[in-house]
């Protein structure tokens, strides 16, 4: 039995202690938001908080994980107004979409250890693939959220 909390919710799973996090989340707590990109956490669409770090649920087995705190982009914000949530919407940030809950994860861990990033910084600290192309907008979301954070 491997025992985490999701979102605030306590789940008790019978499951193999060697099956990525990501898996758990998705398929056996039904929370889809978290993609699979590419199964080797180089891509990081998978990205999740683990007590408050950013990781990438598809190579982290969940009995590293047992008894832990864990954050899906479900349970960001109970109503989608985290800071870096209205600076993706603000800025029309994402193109297909498919990698931004794993882009906001990373920027929102990434901000609470840098407040007032670089771009510099975003570029080294933001290692998050998108295949769009989109990283001028998402460097310029973190910005604003990052001032709307310090308001």
Known sequence: MVTLI???????????????????VRDELGLTGTKFGCGIAQCGCCTVHVDGEAVRSC??????????????????SADSQHPVQLAWRA????????????????????????????DADIDAGITNICRCGTYPRIRAAIHRAAAAMKS
């Open 59 to 76: 190579s982290l087995a969940v009995g590293d994980v047992d008894g832990k705190t864990i954050t899906t982009i479900e349970g960001l």
């Open 91 to 118: 800025l029309d940030v994402p193109q297909c979409g498919y990698c931004q809950s794993g882009q906001i994860m990373a920027a929102v861990a990434f901000l609470k250890q840098n407040p007032q990033p670089t």
């Open 6 to 24: 999701v979102n605030g919710e306590r789940h008790r799973l019978d499951i193999e202690p060697e099956t990525p996090l990501l898996w758990v």
